[in-house]
């Protein structure tokens, strides 16, 4: 917050999550910078050449999501990472849906942040990771104030005030008693997915994601939204059924003990390019199988009844 | 004297431009609201006894045998209520 200004720019994309809109929204209004969206093409796919021309020397921060919460898409955060730096720009990277479905790299990446949550990846709710470079951080002032992120409180009886300095990192950022009970469950969560091999957990998910696609594909009613290229996106698949609202669908499936998200997935803009009201969207974790997906399609197919 | 509310566990409007309203009947009571329900409305599709495809007063909707409802087109939590006062009471 204290690093941004008028006359200075942030660039997020539209197909954010609205954690990674409305936060910007509401600072730009405080702080009085401006506050650009790169488009996304009809396929669900990052327009990499609009999101690079609207980085410029006036942009602060670029911000974007490693991997669609709608479609799966995965963006190339190296490529835009070393163009906003080109540019002058820090690099913060929505790795929500990345971390925990495929290995990153954040020294090959090269991003200056980059933010997950626990509940994503098998761990507790109310608990995340927010990654940064330490020369960055180092700059930073806090945003919280309390115990732990100081050094000193020390008060002045000619001054009547307090000199405070700051802790080392990562405490300066860590005001008050912190979520221990969630960090102790978000390690276990974290070597649990260790052992399992991150690069099988993605090639587990390619795998039910191109069967899935395929067997849905053999329904004339469905029409399945993002890229056709499947090499481009990780295992959610956002879909529509023909004269059915996607909560209808979402409805039909809980009936069967089936969960699955319907609506706008936290990201009205992305739905906004693909002209839908809504959507349904079925996505796979390491504990799915075949015999799940399987399931899926034969409960699709009864969905022509309605 | 009964009211929705015996009924009646949770109500939320749907995210999405379609704005439909889904009902969630309380557990121990989705039975009796389903029967009180298919007692009143027009049936006009049934799917596996599991879905029902209802008509009552000029508003459409499904019904599904877990005990939840989903309405479309309705202006306001007083148009719902008065509706389900009629279905469920």
């Known amino acids: ?306 | 004297m009964a009211t929705i509310d015996d009924y009646v566990a949770q109500v939320e409007g749907t995210c999405g431009a379609e704005k439909d309203v889904i009902v969630i009947f309380k557990y121990e009571k989705k039975d009796e609201a389903i029967t009180n329900i298919l007692r009143k409305a027009t049936l006009k599709n049934k799917i596996a006894g599991i879905i029902f495809e209802l008509s009552f007063q000029d508003t459409s909707f499904r019904l599904y045998s877990s005990g939840k409802a989903i309405f479309r087109s309705i202006k306001n939590r007083e148009e719902l209520n008065k509706l389900l006062s009629e279905l469920l009471l």
Request: hydrophobic fraction near 40%; aromatic fraction near 8%; include cysteine.
């Open chain 1, 1 to 306: 917050m204290n690093n941004l200004a008028k006359g200075d720019e942030v660039l997020v994309s539209l197909m954010e999550h609205h954690s990674n809109i409305v936060p910007w929204e509401i600072t730009s209004k405080l702080k009085g910078f401006t506050l650009k969206y790169a488009q996304v093409n009809s396929d669900g796919t990052l327009d990499y050449d609009d999101f690079e021309s609207k980085l410029c020397g006036k942009t602060k921060i670029a911000c974007l999501s490693h991997v669609s919460n709608v479609t799966g898409v995965i963006n190339d955060v190296k490529r835009i990472t070393k163009v906003a730096h080109d540019n002058g720009a820090l690099m913060l990277i929505d790795g929500a849906q990345s971390v925990p479905h495929l290995p990153v790299d954040v020294q090959d990446l090269d991003m200056d942040f980059l933010a997950f949550s626990g509940h994503k990846m098998l761990g507790p709710t109310g608990i995340g990771v927010f990654y940064g470079k330490k020369e960055v951080l180092e700059k930073m002032s806090p945003f919280q104030g309390g115990g732990e992120m100081i050094k000193e409180v020390e008060f002045s009886q000619s001054k009547g005030r307090c000199r405070v300095s700051w802790n080392e990192l990562p405490w300066k950022f860590e005001a008050g008693t912190p979520n221990i009970a969630g960090a102790v469950g978000l390690g276990a969560a974290v070597k649990y997915l260790e052992g399992l091999g991150m690069d099988n957990v993605l090639n587990h998910e390619k795998e039910l994601t191109h069967y899935a696609v395929e067997r849905m594909k053999e329904n004339s009613k469905v029409t399945i939204h993002g890229p056709s290229d499947l090499t481009k996106k990780l295992g959610i698949i956002p879909f529509s059924v023909k004269d059915l609202s996607s909560h209808d669908v979402a409805l039909f499936f809980d009936n069967y003990g089936v969960m699955m998200r319907s609506g706008y997935h936290c990201a009205q803009p992305l739905h906004q390019v693909f002209k839908l009201e809504s959507s349904a969207r079925v996505s796979f974790y390491v504990y799915n199988t075949k015999e799940e997906v399987n399931r899926f399609v034969d409960i699709l197919r009864e969905l022509d009844q309605l």
